[in-house]
């Protein structure tokens, strides 16, 4: 077991990084008081290669490792964590599934242009009565000559109205629950696909949350990914990878409030002495830092196994959880230690703290993460 | 069009600290970074690249691990690169490196099967030493014009156009090819690397030249071919902040200062 991390790796901390400080930093306190998307900035992110990291080079990847990609996600997220919720949405729940589920046709017109970062993507699997429990779909597809007729809606999707390509599910047979679902690709554009309203979240301003609208869309049978009835699946296994990515997001929300609260304690001085001298803040400094710790080996251990091509979905799981609820309760603390500062939204711990909730809830809530870790623990 | 980009591998400065007592740069765990004012450089020869099909080549000069940097200025886009590195060369002060790198760009040259290159490109100056004469120095020995602080360039044909940055405004000069110029800050904002150039960087074999590769004379290289001695460097002492006293009524500005100043025992 190492765990150091190779030069590659070192290599894309360290663009993300750089492209952190330089282009997210000193405009992300306004990007989020004022709800902003910058296509700009994610534009850029895009050129850099940063949504083909761990693809083959033939699908315009740049064929490094899981590893790689998880980092990157991790690190944007110290600086901005819409933007590397954006990433994770293009990367691990709309390229990946092409990759892993689509055929030669589907990866050269879609997982290239996704790899290299020219076109974005989505995903959308909830509708208002169907989240945890997928088979209460309502959106159907219903088959006719060489295509489908795709109607219903979908709502909370990241990267709603920016992305090019959406992975959609829906309803072929509603007799067969799960087992009646199916997976299509679908290109933004395409005449009766439309977007709702935009979402007014708690967090993650800077990323864009919107409703999906399809209304007799045409979908191309060629654009059925996987099998027919086998969407299910595609949502689970999809999802198991999204959930390491979004681990990744809390890790690096984690880590920017202890960092944070860190300098504050350093700065901060009550009763003639910096607040960290005090054993009550350096005992919850180490008490944060040590999550961390813990949170950042089990993130890292589910991308190592999703390289590896090993099962992975309960290591994603526990890493989510894990990671999502050390994200909330590091910024909770980091709040607490800034004090009335903390409360203020001119420093960055209430947007940490805003932006860590999101981490419990999406790509499955934490107790989705706790039924599939007791399911395969008892099975 | 062919462009070399002379660039350096510095210490972070935000991260260097200088020994008390012995006067001397700690490198030790201080990260070591692409010059900034060389990324504007190759900025600049990439842009030409992007818009008029330049071929653009990397040259540094330093120990093996400058590799790092000319790796980095490949995964933006550049397409060659070579590493002048020779124990020989270590401890040249600006005259001596400015003379080794002259004849490493000729030697690229021909290595390359050209002439000269149409542009040396370097960035004004390294953060380390700030001294801001090797670009002039490489032009001197190649015995070509030299523009310094380009703020903007263009290029028409073999005719370059640059606003040159000065204390006091812009200089508006041309120069035709070959000609060296060197980068500052405003000049451009320098492109990210990506992860795929990054990737392919990686296996790209970087030509490594040796002192004796470059034909210099070694009479005028190294520590001892330098005329520049280095005598002592320390941190200058912090100035501390001064004091505004910014009131509407003059009247009160005055009482405030004098109160000031009373209290410190000046008057």
């Known amino acids: 077991m190492d765990f150091n991390l190779t030069d590659d790796q070192k290599m894309f901390v360290k663009l993300a990084k750089d492209f952190g400080e330089k282009r997210l930093a000193p405009t992300v306190t306004e990007r989020d008081h004022h709800g902003i998307y910058d296509e700009e900035i994610i534009a850029e992110m895009l050129e850099m290669g940063l949504s083909g990291t761990y693809f083959p080079e033939e699908y315009g990847g740049a064929g490094a490792d899981v590893l790689s990609y998880i980092l990157t996600v991790e690190e944007l997220a110290k600086y901005d964590a819409g933007v590397s919720i954006t990433l994770s949405g293009t990367v691990s729940l709309c390229a990946n599934p092409i990759w892993q589920f689509g055929t030669e046709e589907q990866k050269k017109k879609y997982l290239v242009p996704l790899a290299e970062g020219t076109k974005l993507g989505a995903f959308g699997l909830t509708e208002p009565n169907a989240g945890t429990d997928a088979s209460g779909q309502q959106t159907v597809a219903v088959k006719d000559g060489d295509h489908y007729i795709l109607n219903g809606s979908k709502i909370f999707i990241t990267n709603a109205g920016a992305a090019d390509i959406y992975i959609v599910f829906a309803m072929t047979d509603k007799s067969k629950g799960n087992h009646g679902i199916t997976a299509f690709i679908v290109e933004k554009g395409w005449e009766g696909f439309t977007f709702g309203k935009k979402e007014d979240k708690l967090g993650i301003h800077t990323s864009q949350t919107m409703e999906l609208v399809f209304q007799d869309v045409k979908v191309p049978a060629e654009n059925l990914l996987g099998q027919e009835g086998k969407g299910f699946k595609v949502a689970m296994m999809t999802l198991d990878g999204g959930r390491i990515g979004v681990a990744a997001q809390a890790l690096g929300i984690a880590e920017a409030a202890l960092a944070d609260a860190v300098e504050y304690s350093k700065q901060r001085v009550q009763f003639g002495k910096p607040l960290c001298k005090f054993q009550s803040i350096s005992f919850k400094l180490a008490d944060m830092k040590m999550k961390i710790e813990a949170a950042r080996n089990l993130v890292y251990k589910a991308a190592c196994k999703k390289q590896a091509g090993e099962p992975f979905t309960v290591d994603a799981a526990i890493a989510k959880r894990v990671a999502s609820d050390v994200a909330m309760e590091v910024s909770v603390e980091a709040v607490q230690i800034f004090g009335g500062y903390g409360y203020s939204e001119e420093y960055p711990v209430a947007r940490h703290m805003r932006d860590a909730k999101i981490t419990q809830i999406y790509e499955g809530t934490n107790e989705v993460q706790l039924m599939v870790t007791a399911g395969a623990l008892l099975q | ?267």
């Open chain 2, 1 to 267: 069009m062919e462009i070399l980009v002379c660039v350096k591998q510095v210490p972070d400065t935000a991260e260097v600290k200088i020994d008390p007592v012995k006067h001397t740069v700690i490198r030790a765990g201080v990260p070591n970074i692409f010059n900034p004012f060389d990324q504007n450089a190759l900025e600049a020869a990439l842009q030409l690249k992007d818009n008029q099909g330049a071929k653009v080549t990397l040259l540094s000069m330093g120990p093996p691990q400058a590799t790092e940097v000319l790796r980095e200025g490949l995964a933006m886009g550049a397409d060659d690169a070579y590493l002048l590195t020779d124990r020989k060369v270590g401890g040249s002060d600006t005259l001596a490196t400015g003379y080794c790198l002259a004849q490493a760009v000729k030697k690229v040259a021909e290595m390359k099967g050209i002439a000269q290159f149409d542009i040396v490109l370097c960035g004004k100056q390294a953060i380390d030493g700030d001294t801001a004469q090797v670009g002039p120095q490489i032009a001197c020995e190649l015995g070509i014009p030299q523009i310094t602080y380009a703020a903007k360039l263009d290029v028409d044909g073999d005719k370059v156009t640059v606003k040159q940055q000065n204390e006091e405004g812009y200089i508006v000069t041309e120069a035709h090819f070959p000609v060296l110029l060197t980068a500052v800050k405003e000049l451009n904002e320098p492109r990210f690397p990506t992860i795929r150039g990054t990737m392919k960087a990686k296996r790209r074999e970087i030509p490594q030249l040796s002192a004796a590769d470059i034909n210099v004379d070694e009479s005028r290289i190294g520590l001892s071919g330098s005329p520049t001695k280095v005598r002592k460097i320390f941190t200058p002492p912090q100035r501390t902040q001064g004091l505004v006293i910014n009131e509407e009524d003059p009247q009160v500005a005055v009482d405030t200062l004098i109160e000031k100043l009373t209290a410190q025992k000046i008057i």
